[in-house]
């Protein structure tokens, strides 16, 4: 567990079977987000109490200018703090804590012995999120204007100011469903299917998945028109999953009194097979700003500080193409245009648009050799994405570069993997 994270809070749930043969679930709660990762983080970088300093010292530990610990600090190292070039770190004072409500309505029923049918709304809402931005975001320029960045802030006597700004908001509604089977004689069946979606404008630097970009807000001061699909919204859903128990050899219907060497070949087997299929990921388009356009000065690689990431404005529609065409003309269709500098904030949504949708097929297979009664050694061979089906990446998602809407990177291709575990 992450020890910045905190959760706690009231809850109430219950339960209450309307027949023998039908439950029906709910439950609400409130948790609390203690977060203070930003803090932590922030005090080894945050001047002037903390500051970054070159001391040259000679290898000669006898020269009259080698530093001792009793006279490291006698050399103005802390005259090198710059209020516009260093980092600089602002948490309110009277930051609340963030808190989720979470609630869910659930319908379970039993069609029979060995079958099981569960329809359930799961939703939640949290508030109070940190989202990690400029507070010294410097406003655009007058048109006609190609003022920089440092002389349009409101706080000249400093650059960037890294602001948690405690004004997150997220939720989240899904309908799912489940049907799980037990055929018996080691035959089992789970499917679960989920439609679900999730909005909000909050998560940013190390919330995104690897490949992604988080979808840092354009212009702090305006969140009304940043709230969209969060990185991690997924449609739609459905993961089957499959286990079987090969009905040959000790213990099972066919061949139970098999002979060491044969129940050895035929017997102990296990498949087990997991489909995943769902749609594709939010991804957010951005450009690379000039000076003129830029409201933060800060590079889009540190965007732990709060960089603002500039949208373009869009206009067009989706063209239908090919799968390779799309690999190279991804958003076809659609034209992106960068703002003027007076007017930097783009028309286009947050995490407007979707990656590829993916599908994989996990296979394993396992043998069990009885050694004594209570003991046995499992092989277990595990194929991962077995037919090798390819899965593309994220496309390009800065509209100034000449690889805008390309597509070059796919998921994993099939891997296979093998192991020995000895139980007793």
């Known amino acids: 567990m992450n020890p910045d994270y905190k959760d706690w809070g009231p809850r109430l749930g219950l339960a ?29 970088i945050n001047g002037p109490l903390a500051i970054f300093g070159t001391i040259s010292q000679p290898s000669n530990p006898l020269s009259p200018t080698f530093l001792t610990a009793q006279n490291a600090f006698t050399t103005g190292i802390a005259s090198t703090f710059n209020s516009i070039n260093s980092n600089n770190l602002y948490v309110p004072a009277n930051t609340r804590w963030p808190y989720i409500q979470s609630w869910v309505f659930a319908i379970q029923r039993e069609i029979n012995r060995d079958t099981v049918f569960e329809l359930a709304y799961n939703g939640n809402h949290s508030l109070r999120l940190p989202i990690i931005a400029d507070w010294n975001q410097a406003n655009p320029n007058l048109p006609g204007q190609t003022l920089n960045v440092q002389a349009r802030v409101p706080d000249p006597s400093f650059g960037p100011i890294t602001w948690v700004d405690p004004a997150g908001n997220n939720n989240y509604n899904g309908l799912s469903a489940r049907f799980e089977h037990r055929f018996g004689h080691g035959l089992y069946f789970l499917n679960s299917f989920t439609w679900s979606h999730a909005m909000g404008d909050s998560e940013q630097v190390l919330e995104a998945f690897s490949g992604y970009q988080a979808a840092n807000p354009q212009n702090i001061h305006d969140l009304h028109n940043e709230f969209g699909p969060s990185m991690f919204d997924v ?27 044969l129940d050895a070949v035929l017997g102990g087997w296990e498949l087990n097979a997991i489909n995943t299929a769902n749609t594709g990921l939010p991804v957010n388009i951005d ?10 000065g800060i590079s889009q690689s540190s965007d732990y500080r709060g ?12 063209t239908s193409q090919s799968t390779p065409q799309s690999l190279l003309t991804y958003f076809a269709g659609y034209t992106f245009t960068t703002p003027p500098a007076s007017a930097p904030f783009g028309d286009l949504g947050r995490n407007a648009f979707r990656t590829p949708g993916l599908e994989q097929w996990d296979l394993g297979v396992d043998k069990n050799f009885f050694i004594r009664e209570k003991i046995k050694l499992q092989f ?45």
Request: charged residues 10%; aromatic residues 14%; without cysteine.
């Open 307 to 318: 960089v603002a990431l500039l949208r373009p404005n869009v206009s067009g529609s989706a």
């Open 235 to 261: 449609k739609l859903l459905n993961v089957t999953s499959v286990v079987y128990d090969l009905p040959f050899g000790k213990g099972r219907q066919f061949g139970s009194n098999l002979n060491p060497a």
């Open 16 to 44: 209450y079977s309307v027949m023998p043969k039908t439950v029906i679930r709910a439950g609400y709660g409130i948790s609390y987000d203690f977060f203070n990762r930003t803090g932590s983080a922030g005090e080894g």
């Open 287 to 296: 450009y690379n700003p000039s000076s003129a356009n830029d409201v933060t």
């Open 380 to 424: 277990r061979s595990e194929f991962f994405n077995v037919l090798n089906h390819t899965n593309f990446g994220v496309p390009n998602n800065v509209s100034t570069s000449g690889a805008f809407g390309t597509i070059t990177t796919t998921y994993p291709p099939r891997q296979i993997q093998f192991g020995v575990k000895l139980m007793f």
